[in-house]
Structures are given as structure tokens and as C-alpha cells.
């Protein structure tokens, strides 16, 4: 018989579940044609000074940075390459192929993996991404195929075009070391194995070279060899073969997949059986071929999960399976030295029906494995647990084994989870735990809205968490790390802590039976309750207790909500110039240093973690709310959806029809307080909840300058009333009587927003933060509470009161400017007679301003049409603002706008 061709069965292939390349990360950069790694290499140049008078400066000694390939792939500093996407430098989503990247190293001083220098090396030149440091990846046509646009993954293989069209990052060896150059055209030494840094190295053999790296089940089509059909001894050793995954003589391998380029193609192997005379023997051969088949899906399954990129549960599954293969390889040793040794004694030979026999035990353990591998073929951490937990088994016996293999592959999953819950520390490098870290996430307060570090750093990634107890607690397990990792980085980084705060406790130990019980008060859900009060216990004393967080809040209080009335007082007098002119020509330094004056005269110092700096806003309050309700912005500080009505009032349309330039802004229109706090106390204190506080800081501030402003004509009035006669008098009663009811109308909202609504409100917020808190997510939840119960009873978040209340606001400020004008004109003129303070002098003096007085009101027949009309004006807005005021007390069952209803009505 002539052999026929043979065909290697390669068993294996690349899986869809690996590690996923994403831009910020650090990469290691791998060179196939050589096997090393690109690396820093600091080389010293003698260059010529700069150009001087008469010739050029003296040579001096500049330090280059050289891309050689001289890495062993050990993860070192000099290896590690950050990749950034070329065009958005921001982005941090997932590498693609036909992306254009640059490499840039921090060891190097930030710089970026360049074109070639003037002798023709790559190096590392700029810190800025330009024409030269862009490279476009490209796939190498080697391996797995790979489009443009398909993600790239750890391990791939790639070629770097430079983005110039000067040619390909290439290897080269040099004379020295080997280095990096431009080659033109694509070769073996320009590709390049991309994989995360200090990740352990996948030799490309193990895919390439079937038969080095086990992956293979023999021919597809062989010889019979020495079986004749009826040779039972022959048959046996040709199915013992079979059982050990390698085919041959009677058996062969046959795949059932299209090609072999499928993500599992163990999926598709099965043992055949050449046609045998003897029917009874061909039989008993092919129940016996399906363990070799399992035997060789599970040992591919189990040599692909010991990539690294699988993570360490499926690492752990896969040497307890190997365990399994060791085992069963052992037995069909027994099993062939049973045959051998019978032939030679001329004994009983081992014949397929005791071969069968024997076999039963180890088929069916095999079977249970390769459906399990089935089910498990794409999933990994979690979710790869949760699998073997729900596996579904006929007996006890595959209970137990199953149990096994799960507690196996469970034991570095619940090691991270000791480590998380009991120190804080996230030891998760391939992303299979139910808590992701953001390492770009920062600490400090005054950056843009979205970034809240307390929220950002650490997510909850539930589908990650095993079991049922772990998926219901999940946002529990996170916060209690979160709680850890603060704690620890307090400890650690500041000496102040070290010797006041007590020795946490050792970790929990977290038992696979508590893992694979589902009930709320088993020992896992109790194990958790204790981690998460124990973690909250210590960060509560240090950052209640140690940090003096209340401390902070009193200090918000004084500053913030105008709790302190010397300050705002102070702040008035030393900067009322620097508020009258527009906020784009005001100088910024000195506002902040006559802030910083008004804070020190105060009675009262703030503490020392408190630094407020004074802040212009690009708009008006009005406009900001406006903008904020109108457009339903989604992280909208106030908390409140916006409302559905519509104003009705003339006022509110006319600014619907603002033009869309910015109007001139005063600078006490756009003042605001600016916050700088110290972290942790950044946690209490959030970017959301400083904006909540600068709102209401601005609305305070608002009415508290309107009502100085008003204070002011009440005196200048006051200062005149011995010179009124009866014609004058009956002329101004107009003004007075309306200032009276501007006055009595501040006077009272003022009262009651900072008696009714931040008094109170504050002091229940304080005794409830000093006495019943548990935790400081609580503390953050009732602080926040606070915030949004303030604002909304300042009518902060009610749309339509608030844009009549600021029409109120306005008109007492243009009646204010008026009264003052015409004060300025009824006295600035009158005559005085120097020193004199005699009895006779001083009626001289007065008659002289009561005949001033009496011609400016007789000239001033403008001012009285103004005062009439801005008596009409307010009269209108005010009916207008209490009956919505009545209306939103009936509707939405506002009590406390109820109180001030009535108070404003009296």
C-alpha cells in the first residue's frame, strides 16, 4: 500500500478573550527577527558650541537617546514605551491597526520615538508628537490576519510605518549594539511583536512550529501501519496511541472546521477508524476513540489558558487540568505496560473489551472536562468562575470534581479580593476583578466639572464579580476598598499619621465554600459587613477626627454661605471700586489680595487646610442658571431636572431673545470664591459640591451688596430729612416709599435665606454629621443632601421664581444708582462756612441746603418720572412674584416658600 500525503493537524489557534491594547498604556516593543526588546540607550555626542563672534563656540558633550534593540523583555524602566494616539492625545480607548501612534518614553525626559537621525538611528528627539514621531500600524502578514480597523491585541504582530513615507521602523544590527533604522521596504526585520510591558514573552513557535509546541494530533490520513484488521494486539496499541492524543495505523485525525485559522479549532477534532474486517473489534475501538478526542480538546484548552494574557484565574484552571492530563497519561502508562508485559509472558493479552473496561472511569472524568472547557471557551476571571460554580453535574462524583477545579481556579480571585477589602490594594493586572481602577483620575478640586476623583478612581465592574453574595454586594466590596486605599496612602505618605492612627487588621481569609454559597447572611456576606465596618471605622477617625473635616464645613459655612459677617463686610468696604467696573478690565490679582485682607480682618481665622481665592465667572448667575435649565444638562450641579413651564413674563422672553455675544459683565455680577483643598479632605468636599456652594455664594452675595446699595440711599435720605419743605416733600415721598419696600423686601429674603433655610439647614447637617455617621459615603451623601435642600430653598432651581426675583433684584439696583445721583446733586453744592459750628452758622448752612434741595427737585422732574415708573415696574413684578410664589407652595407643596410667602405679604 502506498502512504498517502500527510498533513500536520495543528490544534489550537488565537482566542478571542486576550488582552486588549489601549492608548496610555505602557507596551513593550519586541523584535521577531532578533528576540529583544526596544529600549533607551543613552549615548554622549560632542557637538559644536553655538555660533560666536569670529567662528563657533567650544564643543560640548550632549546626551542623545537611541532606540536600540538590546532588551531582554523583563519589563525594565528602559523598555517600557507609552503609546499615545497620534491625533487625540487624550484618548484612551483600544489600539487599532491603520491607527496613527507614537511611542514615547519616560525615561528618555518624555520624549518620542523619532525618524531617523542624521546617521540614519532612531531616537528619541521630541517631547512634541510631529510628522517624525508618528508611525502608522500596520499588520505584518504574519500569524493571525489582521485588517485596518480590527483592534489590536497583546502579542500581535505589527510593522511601524513612519508617517513621513521615509519606510519601516526596522532591527538592525550594529557594530556596537543593535539599533533601530528606517527600512524602505517591509522585511523580517521590520516586524514587531506588540505586548503589555513586563508581561512574560509568548514564543511565536509554540503557534508557528506545531510540532515543538504539542499543539497536534499527527496525520489526517496514515498508513495502517502493522494492523492487518483482525490483529487484535495491534488494534489495542494503535487505540492507546489514540488515547494519548497522537493517531496513527488504523486511527486517524480528521477536522471538522473549514479552515484552520477559527478561534477553537480543538472544537473541531475527532478520531476516525479505517475500515477494519473484524466489525466486533472496529466496535469496541470506536467507543473507545472519544476520550482521546476530549483528551486532546482539554489539553488544548488548558495549554492556550496558560497565556499569560488569560489572567491568573484561567491560569489556575489550567494547571489543575493539567494535573487531571498527568494523571489520566499515567493510567494509560499502566495501561501499555499491562500490554506490553502480557505479550512478552505469553499471558492473557490486554484485549479491547478489557481495554474498554478499564477505560470507563477516566471517559467519563474526560468527558466532564471537555464540557466543561466547552462552556468556558470564551470567558476568563469572573464570569469564568460564575461558569464552574453553575456547571451543571449528573452525580456526586462530577460535583467533586468540578468543586475542585473551582476552588483551584477561585484561589487567586479571592486572593485579590483579601487583598482589596483588608489593605486597599487593587493587584488585578488583567482586569478579571469586579473593581477597575483609572490611574489618570487626580486628586485635586479645582479641575474641570466631571473629574470627581472619589468617584472616578475606582468603578464597580458588577458582571466581573463571582458568585451570587459578590454580585449583590459588589458596590459594597468597592467601597471598601476605596475606604482602604485612602487610609493606606494617608499612612504612608504623611509621618503625621503614622504614630496616631492604630495598625490596621490582618486580611480576612476568604473561603471558596463561603464563594459558592448563595445566601445574604452566610459567611461571605458577614465577612464583607466586617471588612466595610472596620475600613469605615479607620477612615472616619482620620478624616473626621485627625483631618478635622467639620472644621472645614464651619469653615465653608462662614465664608461660602456667609455664616461670617464681619467678612462680607470687610470685603464690601476694601473692594466696592474694584466691584463697579466690568469683569473683563478688573485686575484679578488685586481682588484676590484685597479677599485675602477682608479674610484676615476677620474675627474669626479660618483653619489652615482652608484656602479661598477670589474667581470671575464668564456670566451672570441668572445667565448660568438659565443656561443650566434651559439646556438640561446632565451633571447639573443643582440637582434638579428643569422645569417643564415656561416663564410668562415679558422679562424672561426678552431674554430669550438675548443675542448670543456675551454682554458686559460687572465684576460683582461674575465674583465668585474659588477653593483649594488639601487632599483627603477633597473627599468631603468634591468639584460638584464646591459649584453647589459657589451658587449659593453668589446668590448671597447678590443680595447682600443690593441691600448695602439700598442702605446707602436710606441714608442719603436720612441725611436730608431736616431739609425737606412741603413742596419737596410731598415730591419725594414717591422715592422713599418705594425704597421702604425694596428695603423691607431684601431685608426679608435675606432673613429668610439665611436664617430659615442655611442656619438651619446647617446645624441639622453638622449634628448629624458629628453624632450618627457610619460611613463616609454616608457623610458625602448627607453633605450633598444639604447642598441640593439649600439651593432648591433658595429657589435656585425654580427656573420662573428665580428669573423674577432677579428682575426684583435688578430694579432695586437701578432705583439705588438713581437715588444716589440725585443725592449726589441735592448736597454735593451746597455752600458750607468752614469751621464755624455756631448756633447761627449752622441754620445758615441749613437754610443755604434747603434751598439747594429745593431747586434740584424742582429741576429734577425726570428723576420723579423714573421713580414713578420704577414704583409701577416693582409693583407689577412684585404681584407677579408672589402669586407664583403662592402657586409653587399649592402645587408642588412647598412649605417652607409658604413661611416667606406670608412674610412677604404682610
Not at 517600557?80 to 487625540?88: P, W, Y
Not at 415679558?650 to 448670543?660: K, L
Request: net charge neutral; glycine share 6%; aromatic share 8%.
Amino acid at each position: 500500500m502506498e502512504p498517502k500525503t500527510t498533513k500536520a493537524v495543528v490544534v489550537g489557534g488565537a482566542d478571542p478573550w486576550v488582552l486588549v491594547l489601549r492608548y496610555g498604556a505602557e507596551v513593550c516593543v519586541r523584535s521577531t527577527a532578533l528576540g529583544r526588546c526596544v529600549c533607551v540607550w543613552p549615548v554622549e555626542r560632542v557637538e559644536p558650541g553655538p555660533p560666536s563672534v569670529g567662528g563657533r563656540g567650544p564643543p560640548s558633550l550632549v546626551l542623545r537617546f537611541v532606540a536600540a534593540v538590546t532588551g531582554l523583555g523583563l519589563g525594565d524602566r528602559e523598555e517600557r514605551l507609552v503609546v499615545l494616539n497620534a491625533k487625540l492625545r487624550e484618548d484612551r480607548g483600544p489600539i487599532r491597526f491603520g491607527d496613527a501612534i507614537a511611542l514615547r518614553s519616560r525615561l528618555a525626559r518624555e520624549k518620542c520615538v523619532g525618524s531617523a537621525d542624521d546617521d540614519g538611528s532612531v531616537t528619541f528627539t521630541r517631547n512634541l508628537v510631529g510628522a517624525a514621531e508618528r508611525w502608522e500600524l500596520v499588520p505584518s502578514g504574519t500569524g493571525r490576519v489582521r485588517r485596518r480597523g480590527d483592534v489590536a491585541r497583546s502579542g500581535d504582530a505589527v510593522m511601524l510605518r513612519s508617517a513621513r513615507g521615509d519606510g519601516f521602523l526596522g532591527a538592525v544590527e550594529g557594530s556596537k549594539a543593535d539599533v533601530c533604522w528606517l527600512v524602505r521596504e517591509p522585511s523580517a526585520a521590520t516586524v514587531w511583536q506588540l505586548g503589555a510591558a513586563g508581561a512574560p514573552h509568548w514564543p511565536r513557535w509554540h503557534d508557528d512550529r506545531p510540532y515543538l509546541s504539542g499543539s497536534f494530533v499527527g496525520l489526517e490520513r496514515g498508513p495502517f501501519g502493522t494492523s492487518t484488521g483482525d490483529d487484535e494486539a495491534s488494534l489495542v496499541d494503535d487505540v492507546l496511541s489514540a488515547l494519548a492524543g497522537c493517531d496513527g495505523g488504523a486511527v486517524r485525525a480528521v477536522s471538522t472546521l473549514k479552515n484552520d485559522d477559527d478561534d477553537d479549532f480543538s472544537a473541531g477534532i475527532s478520531l476516525a477508524l479505517d475500515d477494519v474486517e473484524n466489525r466486533s473489534f472496529a466496535d469496541l475501538a470506536k467507543r473507545c476513540l472519544p476520550a482521546g478526542e476530549a483528551f486532546v480538546r482539554v489539553r488544548c484548552f488548558s495549554r492556550r489558558r496558560a497565556r499569560y494574557e488569560y489572567g491568573r484565574v484561567s491560569h489556575a484552571l489550567a494547571a489543575e487540568l493539567r494535573s487531571y492530563l498527568r494523571d489520566y497519561l499515567t493510567f494509560l502508562a499502566q495501561l501499555e505496560t499491562a500490554a506490553s508485559s502480557a505479550s512478552r509472558s505469553r499471558r492473557r493479552e490486554l484485549g479491547l473489551q478489557q481495554l474498554w473496561f478499564w477505560l470507563q472511569p477516566a471517559a467519563k472524568t474526560l468527558g466532564l472536562l471537555d464540557r466543561l472547557c466547552a462552556a468556558c471557551s470564551h470567558l476568563a476571571g469572573g464570569p469564568l468562575l460564575d461558569a464552574l460554580l453553575a456547571f451543571p453535574c449528573a452525580d456526586a462524583d462530577e460535583r467533586a470534581t468540578i468543586d475542585n477545579l473551582a476552588a483551584k481556579a477561585a484561589a487567586p480571585y479571592l486572593e485579590t479580593l483579601r487583598a482589596w477589602i483588608g489593605r486597599g490594594i487593587l493587584d488585578d493586572p488583567y482586569h478579571e476583578f469586579c473593581v477597575a481602577e483609572d490611574p489618570t483620575a487626580r486628586r485635586d478640586v479645582v479641575s474641570d466639572y466631571g473629574s470627581d476623583y472619589w468617584e472616578a478612581r475606582f468603578e464597580t465592574v458588577a458582571h466581573r464579580a463571582a458568585g451570587a453574595v459578590l454580585k449583590r454586594k459588589a458596590d459594597q466590596v468597592t467601597v471598601t476598598g476605596k475606604y482602604w486605599h485612602v487610609v493606606r496612602d494617608l499612612v504612608e505618605d504623611d509621618d503625621k499619621h503614622q504614630n496616631h492612627s492604630p495598625p490596621p487588621p490582618p486580611p480576612p481569609e476568604v473561603a471558596f465554600d463561603a464563594l459558592r454559597a448563595d445566601v445574604d447572611d452566610g459567611a461571605l456576606a458577614s465577612l464583607l459587613d466586617d471588612a466595610h465596618a472596620t475600613a469605615s471605622t479607620h477612615l472616619l477617625e482620620l478624616v473626621f477626627a485627625k483631618e478635622k473635616a467639620l472644621d472645614l464645613l464651619l469653615d465653608l459655612k462662614r465664608y461660602f454661605l456667609a455664616g461670617q459677617g464681619d467678612f462680607l463686610v470687610n470685603l464690601l468696604d476694601l473692594a466696592d471700586s474694584e466691584f463697579d467696573k466690568r469683569a473683563d478690565v478688573v485686575n484679578r490679582n488685586r481682588l484676590d489680595s484685597l479677599l485675602q485682607l477682608a479674610i484676615t480682618l476677620t474675627s474669626h481665622k479660618p483653619s489652615p487646610n482652608f484656602k479661598v481665592k477670589a474667581a470671575l465667572a464668564d456670566s451672570t448667575l441668572l445667565d448660568h442658571l438659565e443656561t443650566v435649565h434651559s439646556h438640561g444638562i446632565a451633571d447639573d450641579p443643582l440637582g434638579d431636572a428643569p422645569s417643564d413651564d415656561k416663564p410668562s413674563s415679558p422679562s424672561s422672553d426678552a431674554r430669550r431673545r438675548r443675542p448670543t455675544t456675551a454682554p458686559l459683565v460687572s465684576a460683582a455680577d461674575a465674583f465668585a470664591l474659588e477653593l483649594d483643598v488639601p487632599w483627603p479632605l477633597s473627599i468631603v468636599v468634591s468639584r460638584r459640591s464646591v459649584v453647589k456652594y459657589q451658587l449659593i455664594f453668589r446668590h448671597v452675595f447678590r443680595l447682600k451688596r443690593v441691600s448695602r446699595a439700598l442702605l446707602a440711599a436710606w441714608t442719603d435720605q436720612m441725611a436730608t430729612k431736616d431739609l425737606y419743605g412741603r413742596r419737596s416733600r410731598r415730591a419725594l415721598g414717591a422715592a422713599f416709599c418705594l425704597r421702604y419696600r425694596m428695603l423691607h423686601f431684601v431685608h426679608t429674603l435675606t432673613s429668610y435665606v439665611m436664617f430659615d433655610v442655611v442656619e438651619t439647614r446647617h446645624d441639622a447637617v453638622l449634628a448629624k454629621l458629628s453624632t450618627d455617621l457610619d460611613t463616609l459615603d454616608q457623610a458625602l451623601t448627607d453633605h450633598d443632601a444639604f447642598l441640593d435642600v439649600v439651593l432648591r430653598e433658595c429657589l435656585l432651581t425654580n427656573h420662573n421664581l428665580f428669573a423674577l426675583l432677579a428682575d426684583l433684584l435688578a430694579s432695586c439696583d437701578r432705583f439705588a444708582a438713581a437715588a444716589t445721583r440725585f443725592a449726589d446733586a441735592a448736597l454735593a453744592r451746597a455752600p458750607l462756612d468752614g469751621l464755624d459750628d455756631s448756633f447761627r452758622a449752622r441754620q445758615h448752612r441749613l437754610a443755604l441746603q434747603r434751598a439747594q434741595l429745593e431747586r434740584t427737585a424742582k429741576a429734577a422732574a425726570s428723576y420723579f418720572d423714573l421713580v414713578n415708573q420704577q414704583a409701577a415696574s416693582w409693583s407689577a413684578l412684585f404681584a407677579r412674584f408672589l402669586d407664583r410664589l403662592l402657586a409653587e407652595c399649592h402645587l408642588r407643596h412647598n412649605t417652607h416658600l409658604l413661611d416667606l410667602y406670608h412674610r412677604l405679604h404682610a
